[in-house]
T-cell receptor, first 111, second 115 residues
Framework: DAKTTQPTSMDCAEGRAANLPCNHSTISGNEYVYWYRQIHSQGPQYIIHGLKNNETNEMASLIITEDRKSSTLILPHATLRDTAVYYCIVRVVGGNEKLTFGTGTRLTIIP | DAGVIQSPRHEVTEMGQEVTLRCKPISGHNSLFWYRQTMMRGLELLIYFNNNVPIDDSGMPEDRFSAKMPNASFSTLKIQPSEPRDSAVYFC?????????????FGDGTRLSIL
């Protein structure tokens, strides 16, 4: 699976949009981008995933660049409960199903 | 809907004892995964099953670790004998349909402390 690169940490003001970038420049055509987050002491929580089109659900939006080498997770109106470590993971579909977690981005929402 | 259920939530035991962690996947899911999280190594896959059959156990640290999935609704991860370095949070996850893009959903984990 392709490697991902994320900033170590970010801050965002409560109520503002949080934009979390992820670089996956070696992604291949059959690899999806998945985003998870982990709030302290809890299991990783699935947020959203996509292949090449932008995706939106009740939690977030995922913007994937046209060349698919990077993506951005957008939390439209961040709340204090969004403080967590966010993981961007690339996984091939149809192959080994394991998720390879990096170190993620520690997002802190500031009141 | 019930999510992935793990038990116990916390386990404290002495070195050398047998430890059994349990997982009930989401109903209808046919892939099950065991992960371990430590400060040093982060989150890493230990083993996963498709349709109750182990597919990739390359992450299992050594022979002291074993995992079984006797049916579609239950899996165990056993450590025998346990050692202090096994202290970690162990997560179970499940997903729907092998080979699909469906995401894995995680339980809340078992926090294991080996004294």
């Amino acid at each position: 699976d392709a490697k991902t690169t994320q900033p170590t940490s970010m801050d965002c003001a409560e109520g503002r949009a949080a934009n979390l970038p992820c670089n996956h420049s070696t992604i291949s055509g059959n690899e999806y981008v998945y985003w998870y987050r982990q709030i302290h002491s809890q299991g990783p929580q699935y947020i959203i995933h996509g292949l090449k089109n932008n995706e939106t659900n009740e939690m977030a939006s995922l913007i994937i660049t046209e060349d698919r080498k990077s993506s951005t997770l957008i939390l439209p109106h961040a709340t204090l409960r969004d403080t967590a470590v966010y993981y961007c993971i690339v996984r091939v579909v149809g192959g080994n199903e394991k998720l390879t977690f990096g170190t993620g981005t520690r997002l802190t929402i500031i009141p | 809907d019930a999510g992935v259920i793990q038990s116990p939530r916390h386990e404290v035991t002495e070195m050398g004892q047998e430890v059994t962690l349990r997982c009930k996947p989401i109903s209808g899911h046919n892939s099950l995964f065991w992960y371990r999280q430590t400060m040093m190594r982060g989150l890493e896959l230990l083993i996963y099953f498709n349709n109750n059959v182990p597919i990739d156990d390359s992450g299992m640290p050594e022979d002291r670790f074993s995992a079984k999935m006797p049916n579609a609704s239950f899996s165990t991860l056993k450590i025998q004998p346990s050692e202090p370095r096994d202290s970690a949070v162990y997560f179970c996850a499940s997903s729907y349909r092998q080979g699909s893009n469906q995401p894995q959903h995680f339980g809340d984990g078992t926090r294991l402390s080996i004294l």
